[in-house]
Structures are given as structure tokens and as C-alpha cells.
T-cell receptor, first 111, second 112 residues
């Protein structure tokens, strides 16, 4: 089973700060990379996806991908208390369309 | 659009009982998936269906069976529930890999 590793946290940042979430993966054949947000007791919801090396920005969120280093990150700028959740990194498994998920990083944004 | 609908939302079973978790999507997605989520273990794939009429095992298929009844519906059956199957079960679907999955709201299952 290919692995996706995330720091479990918890990661605590003050309101307005930048939150940085990191993910590494073991399968060099992975093609697509996703970040999901999961509030306590709720289902995961997709917030970002990235396929190419470099940065992808969407509002306050920036996803970064470095395939050579097998590293994906998510930056949340101007963090808000409503961003407090568990963030799941997901990676396609080899040439398939199945997603392998990391165990998630719990983020707390303190007012 | 309802998206992905799972039933039931909560269920308590006794060891050895059977049950079927239902999942339906109204987005005309080709692929459907069943995951379980346990504390400290993350989301693990149980079974998936790449298209109507096909099913394949995921990472943790033991103790489960699935049926892709039609393009909309994908059910998960526990034939003889065990306490180790206590978990939150999520159904998901997608049209292509590039757009990620859409998840249902989940079923919280407790086996006593």
C-alpha cells in the first residue's frame, strides 16, 4: 500500500496568520493531488487540487506541489477561526483513479 | 441536487447481525467508492466500482461485500458484523479523477 504522510498536529495558529500544512507521498506514479477539509463529525469536502509542479492559488488557499521531492503543501493565508478543522491530503494511487488519504492534520485557529 | 446520499446515518448492530449501507448519487458519476474512517487510521478504501457492473477490492475488504445496482447506487453489506467494524463509513463518487471525490454525509456504525 502506497503511503501518504501528514503531521497529525494539532497545529495551532493565531487568527490572521498563515497556516502551513505538509504532506509527503511514496508513490512516484501519483498524478493528482488533493486537499480536503473535514469539520468534526462531518464528511470531507474538497478545497484544492493540483496536478503540475508549482503553486496553485484559490482565494486564501495555495497548494504547492514538488513531484521530485514527493511533497505537497497547503498554505492558508489570513487564517480564520472557521478554518479550524482537520485537513486531509489525498493522492492518486499510481496510474489508477483511487485516492489514498493521509491521516490528516488538525488545525486550530485561535481568535 | 442532493449529491451523494447515504442511509442510514446511524446504526447500532449486535455482533453477528447483518446489514446493508445504501449509497446513491444523482450526479451521473461513473465511479463510486466506500471508505471507512477510524481514529488515528484515516480514510481507508474498502471497495470501489469504476463503472456500472464492475467492483474491485480496496485496502480493507475483508468482512464486506458490495453491489453496484445501477449507475446511481452502490451498496455495502456486512454479512456478520464484528466489533472491529465499528467505524464511520463514507460513500464517495466522482466523474473523473481530476475533479476529486464528492462524499456522502457518512454512516456511523457501532457493533456491540
Amino acid at each position: 500500500q502506497k503511503e501518504v504522510e501528514q503531521n497529525s498536529g494539532p497545529l495551532s495558529v493565531p487568527e490572521g496568520a498563515i497556516a502551513s500544512l505538509n504532506c509527503t507521498y511514496s508513490d512516484r506514479g501519483s498524478q493528482s493531488f488533493f486537499w480536503y477539509r473535514q469539520y468534526s463529525g462531518k464528511s470531507p469536502e474538497l478545497i484544492m487540487f493540483i496536478y503540475s509542479n508549482g503553486d496553485k492559488e484559490d482565494g486564501r488557499f495555495t497548494a504547492q506541489l514538488n513531484k521530485a521531492s514527493q511533497y505537497v503543501s497547503l498554505l492558508i493565508r489570513d487564517s480564520q477561526p472557521s478554518d479550524s478543522a482537520t485537513y486531509l491530503c489525498a493522492v492518486t494511487q499510481g496510474g489508477s483513479e483511487k485516492l489514498v488519504f493521509g491521516k490528516g492534520t488538525k488545525l486550530t485557529v485561535n481568535p | 441536487n442532493a449529491g451523494v446520499t447515504q442511509t442510514p446515518k446511524f446504526q447500532v448492530l449486535k455482533t453477528g447481525q447483518s446489514m446493508t449501507l445504501q449509497c446513491a448519487q444523482d450526479m451521473n458519476h461513473n465511479s463510486m467508492y466506500w471508505y471507512r474512517q477510524d481514529p488515528g487510521m484515516g480514510l481507508r478504501l474498502i471497495y470501489y466500482s469504476a463503472s456500472e457492473g464492475t467492483t474491485d477490492k480496496g485496502e480493507v475488504p475483508n468482512g464486506y461485500n458490495v453491489s453496484r445496482l445501477n449507475k446511481r447506487e452502490f451498496s455495502l453489506r456486512l454479512e456478520s458484523a464484528a466489533p472491529s467494524q465499528t467505524s464511520v463509513y463514507f460513500c464517495a463518487s466522482k466523474i473523473t479523477v481530476n475533479y476529486g471525490y464528492t462524499f456522502g454525509s457518512g454512516t456511523r456504525l457501532t457493533v456491540v
